[in-house]
């Protein structure tokens, strides 16, 4: 339930970070909740073996790199789900950085109560 609950404040937060930046097109509700979806597999299977391959380059730029390996994956993304669109890199980086400042904030709203 927790993992469907992530899936569905991340489709709100691409919705409202298209809505936000002129670079994003987000068809629909459920093409963000697909979106969401892919980024979300996306993260858990190419992300390691790009940062994996791209080591040298991640610790060379003290880390900075990871923001490109990021937008790599919001490309991905957008080649993979049909009525998402990301108009180019740069819109991806600001894209994929948004992302990454919204998601924690609207995942803090689901913490628990420990017990």
């Known amino acids: 339930m927790r993992t469907f609950l992530k899936i569905l404040l991340t489709a709100l937060a691409v919705i409202v970070l298209a809505n936000i930046l002129p ?7 459920i093409t963000a909740i697909i979106v969401a979806v892919v980024i979300a597999l996306l993260n ?4 390691p073996l ?9 610790i060379v730029s003290l880390g900075l790199f990871l923001f490109v390996i990021n937008a ?7 080649k993979l ?35």
């Open 72 to 78: 790599i994956i919001i490309l991905l993304a957008d």
């Open 81 to 115: 789900v049909d009525g998402f669109a990301v108009s180019g890199f740069f819109a991806a980086l600001l894209f994929s950085i948004l992302l990454s400042i919204f998601r924690p904030i609207l995942f803090s709203l689901l913490k628990e109560e420990k017990k």
């Open 23 to 29: 670079g994003v097109v987000v068809t629909s509700y």
């Open 50 to 58: 790009l940062v994996f391959f791209t080591l040298p380059a991640t």
């Open 44 to 47: 858990m299977f190419i992300r």
